[in-house]
């Protein structure tokens, strides 16, 4: 577990989309966060939520564009797999489809 990520308004994700080799769980602390799985729509996740991203599943998650977010991220590991592989940047497009956070 790495210590507790805050994300600026807009900022997408703590980095490009990835996917784990293994699970990864994000526990939203504060704020309004957006995440979204490859191929499906951009979620809304606030404090309390916990979000299962399965073992290479692509996706991103991070700040809604107009509130921060906090939170923590499980990830599990092994000595036979890295821990994240990082994709493309989430384009301002994708970014833009989210619903209003309000």
Do not use: K, S
Request: charged share 25%.
């Amino acid at each position: 577990m790495r210590p507790a990520t805050t994300g600026a308004p807009g900022a997408t994700a703590t980095g490009p989309p990835r996917r784990h080799p293994l699970d990864q769980t994000v526990f939203v602390t504060e704020g309004v966060g957006l995440c979204r799985r490859r191929g499906g729509p951009v979620e809304i996740i606030r404090p309390g939520d916990r979000v299962l991203f399965e073992a290479d599943e692509e996706h991103w998650h991070g700040a809604a564009p107009n509130r921060l977010m906090v939170h923590l991220a499980l990830n599990e590991a092994d000595d036979t797999h890295d821990v994240v592989h990082w994709l493309a940047p989430v384009t301002d497009e994708e970014y833009g489809v989210a619903p209003a956070t309000g």
